[in-house]
């Protein structure tokens, strides 16, 4: 069964600083794709980036990076210039292989204070 | 269309009352999913359709909950017999299938108390 580990239930980081929450995931496949969601106060699952197991290069999405270690089956995720808004629940996903839809295994989620 | 727009917010119930909640996914994804989220979690996957083709259930649904998607539009999530462990929120997302389906949109859930 895939297992999706986050260790750090909180984080602090200062405003305008980069901050790493980690995320490692246990699987015996060799397809498979990561997820991290944000989760502010209200609630809604917010995608950020995804990264596919056969992907040559990190995934980036603006202000987010990937920082994918397949050997050491890691996929933390980098947020740069932190903002206030950036405060929220982060979950790190993955994807079931050979389902080929959405059904996600979240690991219990990094609580991330950006202070000013 | 804005999102993935769930139905009520909130719902406190008595224990052993049924609850039905509604979710409308984004107009022209085909593929709609329930999750559960219990306090301290991550969401974990209670069922998925392909349009109106519930398509896989989790064994976390009991005979207890059941779903549907009639039409292959909005969908229901009825809980029979509330029980206080029912207490949690219940996350509705959906995809668009494609060669690389990488991103479900989640609705704001339903924050369900069983009391």
């Known amino acids: 069964a895939q297992k999706i580990t986050q260790t750090q239930p909180g984080m602090f980081v200062q405003e305008k600083e980069a901050v790493t929450l980690d995320c490692t995931y246990d699987?015996?496949?060799?397809?498979?794709?990561l997820f991290w969601y944000k989760q502010p106060s209200s609630g809604e699952m917010i995608f950020l980036i995804y990264q596919g197991s056969y992907d040559e290069q990190n995934a980036t999405e603006g202000r987010y990076s990937l920082n994918f270690q397949k050997a050491r089956k890691s996929a933390n995720l980098v947020i740069s210039a932190s903002q206030l808004g950036d405060s929220a629940m982060y979950f790190c996903a993955m994807r079931e292989p050979n389902t080929g839809f959405q059904k996600l295994v979240f690991g219990t989620g990094t609580r991330l204070l950006v202070s000013p | 269309d804005t999102g993935v727009s769930q139905d009520p917010r909130h719902k406190i119930t008595k224990r052993g009352q049924n609850v039905t909640f509604r979710c409308d996914p984004i107009?022209?994804?085909?593929?709609l999913y329930w999750y559960r989220q219990t306090l301290g979690q991550g969401p974990e996957f209670l069922t998925y359709?392909?349009?109106?083709?519930?398509?896989?259930k989790s064994r976390l649904l009991s005979d207890r909950f059941s779903a549907e998607r009639p039409k292959g539009s909005f969908s229901t999530l009825e809980i029979q017999r509330t029980e206080q462990g029912d207490s949690a929120m219940y996350l509705c997302a959906s995809s668009l299938a494609q060669v690389r389906d990488t991103e479900a949109f989640f609705g704001q859930g339903t924050r369900l108390t069983v009391v």
């Open positions: 699987t015996s496949d060799q397809s498979y794709g």
């Open positions: 359709f392909q349009n109106e083709a519930q398509l896989e």
């Open positions: 107009s022209e994804h085909n593929r």
